[in-house]
């Protein structure tokens, strides 16, 4: 993580939901500290209610385009001429713009031009023209961990986060150690504080944790990994099949079945096991099948 880089966040409301939003800034946490947070729409429709209860929760600035001439989207250009106003007059190193809309195209192909990076993030929907115009670019589905986003600054969702830092460390190579992780939670959650869980140093509370191994090596650096992953034939894998089995023929819910497996292993995690998201890890097991898509999957033996 590159501590000293400033990002400016631009969200456009109109085209992305609201349930992503402790993705997005999980995410960014990963570039560096977001300097500026502004969303674009008009908070007065029904539409951008979500948006309206969680703008508190990350101190965002809202930004209220009315919606006066039909066929003209005054969001985009009120975006837009921010973008260009912060890259002239503000000191920032790069911009996420979070949207769905392929109109974003030029404006971020004007700030990589500028020396810029440009972190674009939106649906699967999102246009590849706009893709192809960020230096980076990350679909909206995949911050969903699990297919539900946590909120609350809990242990469980502490331990979690600190997972995903791992896990994202490990697929490019990189080792983690303690203060990347205390400055990535700092990022996302403002008044993180060890003292709160009853600690006074950050590494004890990583040692605590199940599924994570805190190691001294050479010239006393510290690092911190996963727990090696546990095998198909452990209890977890075993009470799996066991519950599906007792639903019979018609399956579970996916979801009813994360919830079942979370009453009995409080501290399951499917990062743990190499998966981003609950149904792949599921899918993975021998004699159970997936059917459906997305909140309709079910879950049955075969």
């Not at 911009?95 to 809309?101: G, R, T």
């Not at 959650?189 to 805190?214: C, E, H, N, W």
């Amino acid at each position: 993580m590159e501590e000293d880089k400033k990002i400016a966040l631009l969200i456009d409301s109109d085209n992305v939901s609201s349930k992503y939003l402790n993705g997005i800034f999980d995410e960014l946490s990963q570039y560096g500290t977001i300097t500026y947070r502004r969303i674009y729409g008009d908070f007065t429709t029904s539409a951008n209610a979500r948006w309206s209860q969680k703008l508190l929760e990350k101190s965002i600035i809202p930004v209220q385009q009315f919606s006066n001439t039909t066929g003209k989207n005054a969001t985009d250009s009120a975006l837009i001429i921010d973008a260009m106003d912060l890259l002239y007059t503000a000191n920032v190193d790069g911009f996420c713009i979070v949207s769905s809309d392929s109109d974003f195209t030029r404006l971020a192909s004007r700030l990589r031009e500028s020396g810029k990076m440009v972190i674009g993030m939106g649906e699967k929907k999102t246009p590849d023209s706009f893709r192809a115009a960020c230096t980076v670019f990350t679909e909206l589905e995949n911050l969903l961990e699990n297919e539900e986003a946590t909120s609350s600054m809990t242990k469980d969702a502490i331990e979690s986060d600190i997972i995903n830092i791992i896990t994202k460390n490990d697929n490019n190579g990189r080792t983690t150690g303690p203060g990347e992780i205390g400055s990535r939670l700092q990022s996302k959650y403002p008044d993180f504080d060890i003292r709160t869980f009853g600690y006074s140093q950050l590494s004890k509370f990583l040692a605590d944790m199940d599924g994570i191994v805190v190691e001294k090596g050479k010239n006393n650096v510290i690092t911190v990994s996963l727990k090696e992953g546990k095998s198909e034939d452990d209890e977890l894998i075993n009470d799996i099949r066991s519950i599906v089995r007792e639903h019979g023929k018609k399956g579970i819910a996916l979801s009813t079945l994360g919830q079942e497996i979370r009453r009995k292993h409080k501290n399951f995690n499917v990062k743990l096991y190499g998966y981003s998201q609950l149904y792949k890890f599921i899918d993975s097991l021998r004699g159970l099948r997936i059917t459906g898509q997305s909140t309709n999957r079910r879950v049955m033996t075969e």
